[in-house]
C-alpha cells in the first residue's frame, strides 16, 4: 500500500531538501558554498542585475551573506570546481556532471547538423575557423574573435553569424565556457578547460538519465515526474524508465500527495529515500524567481499555493508586482513578494513594492526587515528604503523605521 504524505509534510520535505531550515555558519565560507552548489546541483544563470544576478541568489537565500568572491572562483577559469552548460537553462554545475550531459549534445549535434537546414551544417567553414582561433590563441569572448578577424582582415561571416555559431558549439560541446566578461561568454576548446577523464565517453543515455533523476529527486525531496523532469530540462518518457528503476532499488519511494493532482485529487509522488521529515521549519528568505524552489510554476502552485510570473518581460503599465519580484519565504510558506532594487550610486536598496499573500502572518514585515537589511549589507549598500507600492509597504516601512529607532535611554 502506497503512504500518504500531507501537502504540509510535502512541502517541508521539499524546502529541507533544498537546505533550508538548518542552522548556517556565522560566516559562511567555500565549505558551506560547496555544500549549497553540491545540494542543488546546478545554479541558473540570468542577465539581470537590477537586485543581484540570479546564480548567486540561492546561496545568499540559504546562507545569508557570504562573500561572492568564493563562487567566482568556484565557476570561473580553466581551475574552477564548476562549468557552465545548458542543463536547466544555462547553469554552473559541478564539473563531474558534464559527462552525463553528453546524451544532450549529441542532441544538439543531430539538431545543427540536421538536413533540414541545421546551422552547424550550413556553415562547416565558419565553425572549423573558430576552432583554429580558439587553438591558436586560447579562449576568448566572441567580441575579440571580431576584433581579431577585423585587425588581420580574416575570414569574416559577420558577428550574429559567429556569435550563433559558438553558442550551437557551446551547446554540442565542441565548445566550453571558462568564464563570463561583463556577462559575455569567453570560449574554450573542451581541452583548454576540462580535465581530461571528463572529455572520456561518457555514459549511456539511460544510465545518465538514472543519475540525474536520482539527482533531482535528492534536491527536490519529494516530486512527481514532472518536476523530475523539468529539473535537468527532460521529458517525462525520458524519465519514467528511471524513476521504475529506482523504486526497484528502493532509491525513490511512491507516496501519495492529497490535493497535488487535477481537481484537487491525491497524486503518485515520489520520495528520496534519504528525504528528511521535518516537523517545522523556521527562516526567512529571499527567492530567486530561477531558484529551484520555484522555477518550476506548477510545482510552485502544488506546493505553495502561490501563483508566480516573472514580470520583467510585461510592459510596465501591465506590471502587477514589480519588474523583479522576488518571493518571500517564511518559516515553509511562501508569504509574499518584494521588487528589490539594488540603486548602487545612492546606496540604497530600493524595495519598489512589497505584497503580502493572503493569510500571510501578521507580523511578516517584522521578520523580514532583517533579511533586508543583511541583503543591503551584502550588496554593499547603506539603507533600506520602501518606495510604498503594494499593501505590504506601510507595515515594512513601519517595521523599518522601529528597527533603526535609537533605544530609550536608562
Not at 39 to 60: K, T
Not at 288 to 308: A, G
Not at 320 to 331: A, H, I, N, R, T
Amino acid at each position: 500500500m502506497v503512504d500518504q504524505v500531507s501537502p504540509a509534510l510535502a512541502r517541508r520535505i521539499a524546502l529541507a531538501a533544498q537546505g533550508f531550515g538548518r542552522t548556517g555558519a556565522a560566516t559562511p565560507g567555500t565549505r558551506q558554498l560547496a555544500g549549497v552548489v553540491d545540494r542543488l546541483g546546478l545554479l541558473q544563470i540570468d542577465s539581470v542585475n537590477v537586485f543581484e544576478r540570479s546564480h548567486y541568489l540561492p546561496a545568499f537565500s540559504r546562507l545569508g551573506r557570504y562573500d561572492r568572491g568564493l563562487l567566482d572562483r568556484m565557476a570561473w577559469g580553466r581551475q574552477g570546481r564548476l562549468v557552465e552548460y545548458w542543463a536547466h537553462q544555462a547553469a554552473f554545475i559541478p564539473r563531474e556532471l558534464w559527462p552525463l550531459f553528453e546524451f544532450r549534445r549529441a542532441e544538439y549535434r543531430r539538431e545543427g547538423t540536421s538536413e533540414w537546414g541545421g546551422w552547424l551544417s550550413e556553415n562547416p567553414g565558419l565553425a572549423a575557423w573558430l576552432r583554429a582561433e580558439l587553438a591558436e590563441n586560447g579562449p576568448m569572448p566572441a567580441s575579440a574573435i571580431e576584433h581579431d578577424a577585423n585587425e588581420r582582415r580574416g575570414p569574416w561571416w559577420g558577428w550574429s553569424d559567429a556569435k550563433r555559431t559558438l553558442e550551437w558549439m557551446f551547446r554540442t560541446g565542441e565548445v566550453v565556457c571558462v568564464e563570463r566578461r561583463r556577462f559575455e561568454r569567453v570560449y574554450a576548446l573542451p581541452e583548454q578547460a576540462l580535465e581530461p577523464h571528463l572529455l572520456e565517453h561518457g555514459p549511456s543515455e539511460p544510465d545518465a538519465v538514472r543519475v540525474l533523476v536520482e539527482r533531482a529527486a535528492a534536491a527536490l525531496g519529494i516530486a512527481t515526474a514532472a518536476d523530475l523532469a523539468d529539473y535537468w530540462r527532460m521529458r517525462q518518457a525520458e524519465v519514467r524508465p528511471a524513476i521504475a528503476d529506482l523504486v526497484d532499488a528502493g532509491v525513490l519511494v511512491p507516496v501519495e500527495v492529497p490535493g497535488w493532482g487535477n481537481g484537487g485529487r491525491a497524486a503518485t509522488a515520489w520520495m528520496h529515500r534519504d528525504a528528511r521529515r521535518p516537523r517545522r521549519l523556521e527562516g526567512v528568505a529571499l527567492l530567486s524567481p530561477f531558484d529551484p524552489v520555484v522555477w518550476f510554476r506548477p510545482r510552485t502552485e502544488r506546493l505553495f499555493d502561490f501563483h508566480y510570473r516573472i514580470e520583467i518581460y510585461t510592459p510596465e503599465p501591465q506590471r502587477k508586482f514589480g519588474y523583479y519580484s522576488l518571493p518571500v519565504l517564511v518559516d515553509d510558506r511562501v508569504v509574499g513578494r518584494v521588487d528589490l532594487k539594488s540603486d548602487r550610486k545612492a546606496g540604497v536598496l530600493r524595495v519598489q513594492s512589497a505584497w503580502a499573500e493572503p493569510g500571510a502572518p501578521s507580523d511578516t514585515a517584522e521578520r523580514l526587515v532583517p533579511v533586508l537589511r543583511e541583503a543591503a549589507d551584502w550588496q554593499g549598500l547603506d539603507e533600506v528604503v520602501v518606495a510604498g507600492r503594494g499593501d505590504l509597504s506601510p507595515a515594512l516601512s513601519a517595521a523599518l523605521g522601529r528597527s533603526s529607532a535609537a533605544p530609550e535611554a536608562v
